[in-house]
Structures are given as C-alpha cells and as structure tokens.
C-alpha cells in the first residue's frame, strides 16, 4: 500500500484572534493558536467556554435532567451497585425520618 504524497501548504503566519500571538495555522481557517485535539492553546479555551455557555442553557438542562432520569431507571432495573447504594441511602433516611416523627409526636 503506497502512501500518498500530499502538497505542504505554505500558510503565512497569523495572529491569533483571542490573544494575539503569531502562530503557523494549519488549515487556512484557523483563527486560534494552538490545537483542539492536542489541548492547549486559544482554541482549546475556546472550546472549554463554549461548553460552559451550552450546560448553562434550558435546552441543555432539560435534556441533561431527561437523560440522568432514564440513566438511574437503567441502574435500577440492572441492581448495579449505584442502584444498591441508592436504596441503602434512602432506607436510612427513610428510617431517620420516621423516627424523628416518633419523637415529635410523643412531646
């Protein structure tokens, strides 16, 4: 199986549009220094802040809340040891509550 031989770009040197600093982009569409895939630079800030703007939105946190709730069923039905933990958790809590009414009631 041959290789194929692909043309070097020569892109001119670029100044990033977040910080400024003169970088060699590797696609004639890189506005950023750095790299995504690599995880540093302006453009892996850049994709870290857009993350923190979509989580913060309504869409985002409905479709979160929907997905953990058919998720938990999940565990439930399977008795992985989330589900077991779950249930021992709110068996003592549940035993907490009814004793402090006992209390109450008996003043």
């Known amino acids: ?6 043309k070097l770009r020569n892109l001119k040197n670029k100044v990033c549009q977040k910080c400024g600093q003169i970088f060699k982009p590797l696609s ?3 506005i950023y220094c750095g790299s995504k895939t690599k995880r540093m630079g302006c453009s892996w800030q850049n994709v870290l802040e857009n993350h923190r703007k979509l989580i913060n939105t309504e869409f985002w946190q409905k479709y979160y809340r929907e997905y953990d709730k058919k998720w938990r069923k999940e565990q439930r039905l399977q008795n992985t040891p989330y589900a077991v933990r779950q249930r021992e958790l709110q068996r003592a809590y549940y035993i907490k509550n ?7 009631n008996k003043e």
């Open 1 to 6: 199986m041959s290789e194929k031989n692909h």
């Open 98 to 104: 009814c004793e402090q009414l006992k209390s109450n």
């Open 28 to 30: 004639s569409h890189q």
